[in-house]
């Protein structure tokens, strides 16, 4: 039995301003959903308009399924609805979430930490929530639920009795980010890194850290900010950071002095991380369940974080050992023959340089097994603007450094890549996500290694399926630690 989230006065209070009708009080609901097929009984079901679906089409599914509650526009016509059907028609559906995640915000006692940044957010989010739940109750947005529909879905689904709550929050443009903390007012703010993701969107780097800079604009007088002193725009994170008058806590993967927090000693295995780590005066050793450089940053973020809002910091390093990648973003799987297993590295959600550099360095510390080799699946990094070619072409040198075997393409701009790339290391390019598959499906062999990787576009997280498919018959099992 799950606890209740609302109560029918406390939604009906939120949604003043935005209701057109005065439903009854007395009801209760226990989350929300603007789906049917996440939709538990108890929700409140959100109808939300879409391009490719409108919600209101599935307001009747939504009371089928058990629905507490549906909010809806003002214009809604309920004919085929039991009477006693609760709703809650507005001007505007998604304001009124918005006020309702408002609500969720003003009433909770939480500590607040919201997480922005170029790559890294929904590992940073997952692992830091997962930290923060060995100290007290803790609540953290779903998925990669970080835009204008996910961020206040997320808030609204706070409960009032949580100790902690981590918010992710996206951007493609200028401004996004700025009304989405206005929401969330966290009391720690975290800046991942700054990146060329999305870059055609913005006249420069220094825009973009600019647009992601926005998050210290929401946080709580008094409040923290955790900035990447390794990154070339940590001056102007922290310039910023100072002119909101919060505390700062700067943090070093790379153990350079002046970061607050820095890194000892980090040993990168083919399936984990060993990191000692200087917490200001405190010396902490830990384990990471997944092998990459980006990962023990993301850490020292994750430590960082727990240190500012008062949780334990041991339970919080020790949790790190349970994070071992997450699908999309470093998942691995063993598939084929038990005796001579292909290893499948899932990256398939989302590219950019930096993510995709990670993630062929993290290949490259794979060791070889057999006549096993290293290949790399790359699809099309999207929204890099004019440097698109250069920047695609620029990843031959990382395959090189990190001694990929065979790179097989996808999309026009990999086509860049495959040209730049050096000749021992070509695989065949592909033109499509389908195409891809077959390539690869073609070209494995007994001990293969195959990481896969591109932007959402690209399709390459249909290419990880495909693969799985070809190569086993059982549920999908991932690779043991």
């Not at 007395?26 to 538990?40: F, K």
């Not at 079901?45 to 919600?55: D, H, I, R, S, Y």
């Not at 000692?276 to 369940?289: D, E, N």
Request: hydrophobic content about 45%.
């Amino acid at each position: 039995m799950r606890d209740v989230l609302w109560h029918g006065k406390e939604v009906l209070a939120a949604l003043q301003a935005h209701l057109t009708a005065s439903p009854g009080a007395d009801w209760q609901a226990q989350g929300l959903a603007i789906d049917t097929r996440d939709l538990l009984a108890g929700d409140i079901f959100v109808a939300l308009p879409g391009e490719k679906a409108n919600g209101h089409d599935y307001v009747a599914q939504a009371f089928q399924d058990g629905a507490a509650a549906a909010l809806v526009g003002a214009d809604f016509e309920a004919a085929d609805l039991d009477k006693d059907a609760v709703l809650l028609p507005v001007d505007n559906v998604l304001a009124a979430l918005e006020s309702l995640a408002r609500a969720a915000r003003k009433r909770s006692a939480a500590q607040i930490i919201a997480i922005t940044g170029s790559v890294g957010k929904t590992g940073t989010k997952a692992s830091l929530a997962d930290a923060l739940a060995k100290s007290g109750k803790t609540h953290a947005a779903e998925r990669s639920f970080n835009n204008h529909i996910g961020v206040p879905l997320s808030l609204a689904r706070l409960p009032q009795d949580a100790e902690y709550g981590v918010f992710e929050l996206g951007m493609n443009h200028a401004g996004e980010i700025a009304a989405l903390v206005d929401m969330v007012r966290p009391h720690c703010a975290i800046i991942t890194s700054i990146a060329a993701a999305h870059i055609e969107n913005f006249p420069s780097m220094e825009a973009l850290a600019a647009a992601k800079a926005e998050i210290l604009s929401g946080v709580e007088s008094g409040g923290s900010a955790v900035l990447p002193f390794d990154n070339a725009y940590f001056d102007a994170l922290r310039k910023e950071a100072e002119a909101q008058a919060l505390n700062i806590v700067s943090f070093s993967a790379e153990g350079r002095d002046g970061a607050d927090n820095r890194v000892n000693r980090a040993k990168l295995h083919a399936t984990c991380s060993c990191v000692t780590a200087m917490m200001g005066a405190q010396l902490v050793t830990y384990k990471i369940g997944a092998p990459g450089i980006h990962l023990v940053a993301n850490s020292l973020a994750v430590l960082s974080a727990v240190q500012l809002v008062g949780a334990d910091l041991a339970l919080a390093a020790l949790s790190l050992a349970e994070h071992d990648g997450m699908a999309g973003r470093g998942a691995r799987y063993r598939l084929g023959a038990d005796n001579a297993p292909i290893t499948l590295i899932d990256e398939s959600y989302n590219a950019n340089p930096t993510s995709m550099a990670a993630a062929l360095e993290t290949l490259g510390l794979t060791p070889r097994k057999g006549r096993g080799r290293r290949i790399a699946v790359l699809g099309d990094m999207a929204e890099l603007g004019d440097d698109a070619t250069q920047l695609h072409a620029a990843l031959a040198d990382k395959t090189e450094s990190a001694d990929i075997d065979l790179v097989i393409t996808c999309g026009a701009l990999m086509q860049h890549l495959h040209n730049a790339l050096p000749p021992g290391r070509i695989g065949a390019h592909a033109e499509d996500h389908e195409a891809a598959l077959k390539i690869l499906r073609d070209e494995l062999q007994d001990d293969d290694v195959v990481m896969i990787k591109g932007s959402n576009a690209s399709r390459m997280g249909l290419v990880v399926e495909g693969l799985i498919d070809l190569l086993t018959d059982t549920p999908q099992q991932k690779e043991a630690r």
